[in-house]
């Protein structure tokens, strides 16, 4: 299979209120092959997905998200957290290849 070049993009405020709830937005550039389609040739492409996205924040698990088959290309997740101090939330988005797509974010707490 062939590895491809996946653009992971994350939103995260740069500053919150210790307690505080957030929303984070992310987003990667990721073609989500099914492996129910054919190219032109009439040949299939097999299936090629990001399967799990795992949020961390300083080492600590925030969200884990198992992905099937009918997630959209691109897959764009949003959710919410709550900030417990300043640190540095990490993602996490792994596909059927073995790849491991990931960004970081920093955020001060007050």
Known sequence: MQTIDATPRVR???TASVGEIISIRTL???PMHSGQMTDANGDA?????VN???????????LEMDLQ??????PYIEFTARVPRSGTFEFAWHD???DVYTAASRITAS
């Open 12 to 14: 995260v405020p740069a």
């Open 28 to 30: 990667l550039t990721h």
């Open 45 to 49: 492409i097999p299936r090629h997905i």
């Open 52 to 62: 799990l996205f795992r949020c961390t924040f300083d080492g600590e698990p925030v």
């Open 69 to 74: 088959t009918s997630f959209a290309a691109n």
């Open 96 to 98: 059927d290849n073995g």
